[in-house]
């Protein structure tokens, strides 16, 4: 049994609860406020949306 709670997600993403989630399309990459344990997930996830972003922008030529 694996429990996911999104709402800590979102919220931790910078996320405002209205009727549904509404998060930022830009996003804050200062680790600063960000604790010690989860700081190498931040990179690691940086890190797959800058790869996945430069994928995207080969594929449709942008």
């Not at 209205?18 to 990179?43: A, F, T």
Request: zero cysteines.
């Amino acid at each position: 049994h694996y429990v996911v709670d999104y709402d800590a997600i979102f919220a931790e993403s910078g996320g405002q609860l209205k009727d549904y989630w509404e998060l930022p399309l830009e996003i804050d990459r200062n680790l600063d406020g960000v604790p010690s344990k989860k700081r190498s997930m931040y990179r690691k996830r940086y890190a797959m949306l800058d790869d996945l972003s430069k994928v995207i922008e080969e594929k449709l030529e942008l």
